[in-house]
């Protein structure tokens, strides 16, 4: 079994900043993608950024330049800085891992998703 626990969610004021944390455990022989995605109320969950296991990454257009996404690899960790926050960034943010099992499955796993709110 692999647990995936996020953190570092929470309420900010427009042009403020957050991190997100994601640490991926359990029976892990090795982690390919990393990512971040959100939804917002109404909305259908969306890219937010990922990153390969050679710390590629891919940003959504309305994060481009506000967004860093990046991982420590020895810690099955993944990160998301987000700074100028807008009140539209205001969403639910799931972390989202392709690992590979010690059995040789390659799973994709969910966070439980952590809540991130811009509002002045």
């Known amino acids: 079994q692999v647990q995936i626990v996020e953190s570092g969610g929470g309420l900010v004021q427009p042009g403020g900043s957050l991190g997100l944390s994601c640490v991926a455990s359990?029976?892990?022989?090795?982690?390919?993608?990393m990512g971040w995605y959100r939804q917002a109320p109404g909305k259908q969950r969306e890219l937010v950024a990922t990153?390969?296991?050679?710390?590629?990454?891919n940003y959504a257009d309305s994060v481009k330049g506000r967004f860093t996404i990046s991982r420590a690899n020895a810690l099955n960790t993944v990160y998301l800085q987000m700074n100028s926050l807008k009140p539209e960034d205001t969403a639910v943010y799931y972390c989202?891992?392709?690992?590979?099992?010690?059995?040789?499955?390659?799973?994709?796993?969910w966070g439980q998703g952590t809540q991130v709110a811009v509002s002045s």
């Open positions: 989202n891992t392709a690992v590979r099992l010690r059995d040789g499955r390659i799973i994709n796993y």
């Open positions: 359990g029976s892990i022989f090795s982690i390919y993608a």
């Open positions: 990153i390969n296991s050679g710390s590629s990454t």
